[in-house]
C-alpha cells in the first residue's frame, strides 16, 4: 500500500480530516471480500480451455475480446482498493509466471470467501492466517515432490505444456502453428538454460495472410526498404555491415561558414563533399559488406555511390533493432566508419525485401546461429494479430518457464485436487482452529477444477467426487474437460510449468492475508490531506490507495 506512515517512526500514522469515514472490525473485512469476490467472479467464467470470452469496451468505443484474465483486469478501471488487490495479484502472476492469471485471481477470491464463512463461525482471523500461511508452506512442499522433470529439449512436451495455456485463447486448428513456431523461437534463444524473450524474441504483425501463414524467421525483420529502387532486393548470404554514424557530412556551423564566391568555386566545394561520400562508401566496399543498416541518416550522394556498388542500404534503423541485427547476424556495431573492416561484417543465409510500399519489409533471416528470431504474426485485421500476439505471449512465457525450470505438472486441474487431498489429511496434525483454516484452503483448491468442470457445462460437485476419489488412486488424474471424464493428465498431454501453479498459490495467499489483516477502514478526501504542511515530513498521502 502506499505509504501514510511518518518517515521517522515506521508505525502508520493514518492522517484523516475531521469528516473521515471509519468502517472497523468484521464489517472493514467483510466489505472487503466483498470487493475481492467481485472481481474474482468476473474472470471465472473466462477459466480453461472450455469458457466464455469477454468483451471489453472503453470510454471511446475500442473493443477488445479477450479469454485472458491479465488482460481483463488490465483493461478493466477497477477503483475499490481492496479489488485493486486482486487486480495486483494478477499482475504478479503475469509477471512472474506469464500464465495462471484466472487461477491466481479466482483462488485469491475463494481463500477470502472461505475466511469469511470462517469468520462467520467464530474462528478469529489471526488462526486463519495462521492455518492459511500453514497450508501454503505445505502445498509448496507437496508441489516440489508431485512435479515431473522434463528433459528441456522434447519438443513433443513443450508443444503440450504451450497447448495447454493456448486452448481456449485461440481456435484449435491455430494452436498447432502457434505452439510449434514459439517452441521453436524459445530454444533457438536458449542461452545458458536462460531465455529472455523480450529481447531476442521479437514479434512482428503483418496484416492480410491466414494465421496459419505465420512463420519464425531466424533472424529480424524490419519494416524498412532499400533507400533506392535500384539496389538489390534479394541477396543470397548478404555481408551485413551495421553502421552506428551517420553516413552524411556534417552541416558547417555558423562558426565556420565557407564563403563561396564563385560558380568555379561551387564546383569545386561540390566534388571535395562528393569525394567525402566517395570515400565512405569505399570503406564500406573494402570491408566487404553488401548490406547496410544505418541507426542514422544517409546523405542521397551517400546513397548515390551504395547503388551503384551494387549494396543494399536501409537508414534510421531502431536502435533495439540495430542490437538485434547485431544478436542475429553476429555483426558488430561500427561507430568509426574508416575503422570498418571484415571483422564487423555479419551473415544471413537471405536478405529479402518484399513489397513497396511504406509497410514493405525487410528480412534478415537464415541466420545460421541467431541469439534473436522473429515471429512473422500473420492474421486478416488488427483485432485477430493483435488477439494472436497475446496468445503467442502466453505460450512463450510458459515453455520459457519449462525450458529454464525443466518441471511441469499435470493440468486440468489434477494437481490441485492432489494437493487438496494432501492437505485435509495434513489438518488433523495441526489441529485446534487453525485446522479449520487449512481444510478451507483445501477447499479452495478445489475451486479450480470445480470452475474448469461448471465452464464445461459439467456438474462442479459430481466431477469433484468423482476427482477426489480418482486422485486418491492415481495422483495425476484431472479433468478432461472435453468429455467429463476423469483422467491421467500425463497421458493426456495436459501440463503446466509448476513456477505457474506454486506462484498462483503464492500470490493469492498473500493478497489474502493482506486483507485479512486490515480491521480498520478509514476513509479520508484528498483535500483534507492539503491542510498538512510539508514540514510535518509526511508522505505524499494517495487517496486512490484507500477506501
Ligand atoms: P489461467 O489464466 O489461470 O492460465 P486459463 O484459462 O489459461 O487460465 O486456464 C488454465 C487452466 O486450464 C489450467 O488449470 C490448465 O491445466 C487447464 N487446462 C488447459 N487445457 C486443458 C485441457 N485440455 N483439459 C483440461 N484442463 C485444461
Ligand atoms: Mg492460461
Known sequence: MSANYNNYSGQPVYIMGSDKQQTKGRDAVSMNIRAAKAVATLVKTTLGPVSMDKMLVNQ????????????????????????????????????????????????????????????????????????????????????????????????????????????????????????????????????????????DILIVQDKGQKITDSELVEGVVLTKKALHPNMPKKIQNPKIALIDTPLEVEKTGTESKIQIKSADQMEAFVKEEDKGFKKMVDAIVKSGANAVFCSKGIDDNAVHYLQKNGIY????????????????????????????????????????????????????????????????????????????????????????????????????????ISTANILRSFAPSVGGREQLAITAFADSLEIIPRTLAENAGLDGTDMLIKLRSGSGKDKYVGLDVYEGKVVNMVEKGVLDPVRVKKQAIKSASEATAMVLRVDDVLRADKKDMMNVKPEHNIHNYDASGMM
Open 60 to 199: 471511446i468505443g475500442d473493443v477488445v475480446i479477450t479469454n485472458d484474465g491479465a488482460t481483463i483486469l488490465d483493461e478493466m478501471d477497477i477503483e475499490h482498493p481492496t479489488a485493486k488487490m486482486i487486480v495486483e495479484v494478477a499482475r504478479t502472476q503475469e509477471d512472474i509466471a506469464g500464465d495462471g492469471t484466472t487461477s491466481a485471481a479466482v483462488l485469491a477470491g475463494t481463500l477470502l470467501e472461505k475466511a469469511q464463512e470462517l469468520m462467520e463461525q467464530g474462528v478469529h482471523p489471526t488462526s486463519i492466517l495462521n492455518g492459511y500461511r500453514l497450508a501454503s508452506e505445505k502445498a509448496m512442499s507437496y508441489l516440489d515432490e508431485y512435479k515431473i522433470d522434463i528433459d528441456s529439449s522434447d519438443v513433443e512436451i513443450l508443444k503440450n505444456i504451450s497447448n495447454t495455456s493456448i486452448t481456449g485463447k485461440a481456435s484449435e486448428s491455430y494452436s498447432e502453428t502457434i505452439s510449434t513456431i514459439a517452441v521453436n523461437a524459445v530454444l533457438k534463444v536458449l542461452e545458458n538454460g536462460e531465455v529472455n524473450i523480450d529481447d
Open 313 to 416: 542500404a536501409t537508414r534510421r534503423v531502431k536502435e533495439s533493432e540495430m542490437k538485434s541485427l547485431a544478436r542475429a547476424t553476429g555483426a558488430k556495431l561500427v561507430r568509426s566508419l574508416y575503422e570498418i573492416d571484415e571483422t564487423d561484417i555479419g551473415s544471413a543465409g537471405l536478405l529479402e525485401q518484399v513489397g513497396e510500399s511504406d509497410d514493405a519489409k525487410t528480412f534478415i533471416k537464415e541466420c545460421s546461429n541467431a541469439k534473436t528470431v522473429t515471429i512473422v504474426l500473420r492474421g486478416g485485421t488488427e483485432h485477430v494479430t493483435e488477439n494472436i500476439e497475446r496468445v503467442f505471449d502466453d505460450a512463450l512465457h510458459v515453455i520459457a518457464s519449462a525450458v529454464e525450470d525443466h518441471e511441469v505438472v499435470p493440468g486440468g486441474g489434477a494437481s490441485e
